[in-house]
């Protein structure tokens, strides 16, 4: 009797040395990844079969292994290649990339020191989905300012990307019950920080701000930065008010998982004409095109799905 | 050929319905117990084959749940009917007893709605193991009050149990650089708060006081408070600052996972003979001898291990 062939189109992962089908990825209920939250991850994404800014998102993911003191156990090269592969097993030409690493389960049966973890890598691709629904970003999203305050960046930096969402997860449930699409938040000092899983933007006349604080440096708010010039706007990273955000022209979000994606109202405002700003239009269009021209793409290599992973390594 | 009976004898778990063993209970990388921390837990300890405090701890599990909005999806009997049946299946008479219930993974892929999520309740029980190693615990531990401070509760409930230990893991890694045991966190106003899994106590003269806030209300903690008149001693629940913790006579630790835990230093403070401390000491004695006298002990019925669950039920 043969073995089927794994089934990879719902998505395809690898963890512990073994590529495996999406559905059968799973951590132990021990692992600190879980019971104490103790684990990063970054996601890049894939369009038309290439990755957006791979080397960004890996640079960023040795930042966030560093700053929790974690390894993933494999090369930045391989786990370029590993990247690849789950992507080319799936055959997904649109996809979502995890790297997440665990701090993982102790070495020594109930031992509390952090350095006794096996420390877990994990890679996984998904087929797409927007942070944003497509018709919601259509009609320009809204959002609420939650009541509760993110997490201090005294207690847990933000630019280290982590799952500690409790924060985000209350913002939401606040917005839901009161009819809006997600929330963003203000520090305690009330300045604006992000929303779960995204950045935010305000434009102002010409000026396109995004905070400067309690927030992830995001890579696709980097892309906007980095697009603002050739549309003849301004970039600015500075602190962003509460008054700022009522007082702007436009608001716009930015997130792996959607890309630029143009809002219509905060709270009880609503700009312009209750519809996606045009310079938030402007901006989400030159972000695409530039993925079609082949801005920091890099192509996936989807015949490596037909060698396995030991040979190629 | 028949089915190998399953090995509990490391633990035994409760998931989707069937009892496995604890090997066996993982978790979809893409629940949001995981990737958001969207998570609710508790643990109950069980020494000579009965539980302490069963019933305290599913007050504040049911808490938990009400205040995150999850829903475990059994009722509080079935719940200690599983609680009791991973006891008895795994034949451990000194064990803990965790009480998980997560967000769970959408039913809709990709929504961000933690309305759209099966949330999911997991029970598992493993053989007992102590937050303070009981050489450790011998000797006294050595406390260092972290630089981190505890995330504030205006953005995290700390009565609501969660698995957000980063703060605490960035305390864990300072103390254990700097050659301490543990670490202890005060809060962004300078007032203790508590550790990575244990409240704090301080004893000044005959008072025995623990943090009236930015702290878990422990079961251990309770029992210490309940205990304290029959020493004579007077339990407070009060602001505690950083200079009051160095002015003590002793300081002691509580948690379900140990117990009462006297402490011998905190930073560079020596308490006493840097030995636990006679008031810590006699409550850790009478903490132990209550439980040989059945005080809060529920049994656990073994027996239940030889009946399949659904006809228990």
């Given at each position: 009797m043969t073995e089927p062939s794994p089934n990879f189109s719902k998505g395809a992962a690898y963890m512990n040395g073994q590529f495996i089908p999406i559905a059968e990825a799973k951590i132990p209920v021990g692992d600190w990844g879980f019971?104490?939250?103790?684990v990063t991850y970054d996601v890049v994404h894939v369009t038309d079969g290439a990755f957006f800014r791979l080397e960004d998102h890996l640079d960023r993911f040795h930042r966030s292994l560093e700053g929790y003191r974690l390894d993933a156990g494999v090369t930045r090269d391989e786990m370029r290649e590993i990247l690849g592969k789950v992507v080319a097993l799936s055959g997904i030409e649109r996809a979502?990339?995890?790297m997440i690493c665990t701090r993982g389960v102790p070495k020594v049966y109930g031992s509390r020191n952090p350095l006794d973890c096996q420390n877990t890598f994990i890679a996984y691709a998904v087929p797409w989905v927007?942070?944003?629904?497509?018709e919601v970003q259509e009609r320009g999203a809204h959002l609420l300012i939650a009541s509760i305050p993110r997490i201090s960046p005294k207690s847990l930096d933000p630019t280290l990307k982590n799952y500690m969402w409790r924060d985000f997860t209350r913002g939401m449930f606040e917005a839901l019950d009161k009819g809006f699409d997600t929330s963003i938040l203000?520090?305690?000092?009330g300045y604006l920080t992000e929303g779960s899983g995204f950045n935010v933007f305000i434009v102002k006349d010409k000026k396109v701000m995004?905070?400067?604080r309690g927030a992830l440096r995001g890579v696709t708010r980097q892309s906007v930065l980095d697009l603002c010039p050739e549309l003849g706007l301004e970039p600015?990273?500075?602190?962003i008010t509460f008054d700022d955000v009522m007082d702007a022209d436009e608001v716009f979000t930015t997130t792996t998982a959607g890309g630029v994606m143009p809002c219509a109202r905060v709270n009880d405002k609503i700009y312009g004409n209750d519809?996606?700003?045009p310079i938030s239009a402007k901006l989400k269009d030159l972000y695409w095109q530039k993925h079609k021209e082949g801005w920091h793409m890099t192509p996936v290599n989807y015949a490596d799905a037909e060698h396995p992973f030991s040979k190629a390594a």
């Open positions: 019971v104490h939250s103790d979502f990339v995890a927007d942070v944003i629904k497509p203000l520090d305690q000092d995004t905070p400067d600015l990273v500075c602190p519809r996606p700003g």
